[in-house]
T-cell receptor, first 111, second 116 residues
């Protein structure tokens, strides 16, 4: 099955850029997702990228996809304290639309 | 759009009792809903896939007689934890897939279950 890996923690200063990385094993996924989870809450779909794209930009968010290396990243520009949350990378296995989630990266933004 | 609600948000129950959690898609029809369990500092574990009008498909290791799922309509799925034990205490999250659109799942806010 799909294996999705993320680093568990990232600490940045307010105003800096944050880059959250994710690697996966199954390269046949059509969509790849980033979800955000704030404390005590469910998951919020942040953005997604089609597998035939290399990059997608949405305001402060930039998603980069390197299919050759099976690497997905999420860049948050001008990180704010409100961005502090857990970010999950989610990648469906080949032939299925049900994603496998990484363990989540806790982003801590300090002044 | 694409809002999913869960009720209750928190529930505390005694060991041995049953608890029902509701998941509703508020502004779209969901032929498929998913139930996840999230452990502290861990990722989401898919428990089962719930299809409207048919039996749920459970993931390996999930007891279907303990976690009863009913998907009676296009906007409602329920998860009942039967004969709850303290080890069932967890954060349960549902998600729904809009039948009209792509494969994106939209998540509910989660239900914190504490079994005493």
């Amino acid at each position: 099955g799909e294996d999705v890996e993320q680093s568990l923690f990232l600490s940045v200063r307010e105003g800096d850029s944050s880059v959250i990385n994710c690697t996966y094993t199954d390269s046949s996924s059509t969509y790849l997702y980033w979800y955000k989870q704030e404390p005590g809450a469910g998951l919020q779909l942040l953005t997604y990228i089609f597998s035939n794209m290399d990059m997608k930009q949405d305001q402060r968010l930039t998603v980069l996809l390197n299919k050759k290396d099976k690497h997905l990243s999420l860049r948050i520009a001008d990180t704010q304290t409100g961005d502090s949350a857990i970010y999950f990378c989610a990648v469906p296995s080949g032939g299925s639309y049900i994603p496998t989630f990484g363990r989540g990266t806790s982003l801590i933004v300090h002044p | 759009g694409a809002v999913v609600s869960q009720h209750p948000s928190r529930v505390i129950c005694k060991s041995g009792t049953s608890v029902k959690i509701e998941c509703r898609s508020l502004d779209f029809q969901a032929t498929t809903m998913f139930w996840y369990r999230q452990f502290p500092k861990k990722s989401l574990m898919l428990m089962a896939t719930s299809n409207e009008g048919s039996k749920a498909t459970y993931e390996q290791g999930v007891e279907k007689d303990k976690f009863l799922i009913n998907h009676a309509s296009l906007t409602l799925s329920t998860l009942t934890v039967t004969s709850a034990h303290p080890e069932d205490s967890s954060f349960y999250i549902c998600s729904a897939k809009d039948r009209g659109l792509d494969d994106t799942q939209y998540f509910g806010p989660g239900t914190r279950l504490t079994v005493l």
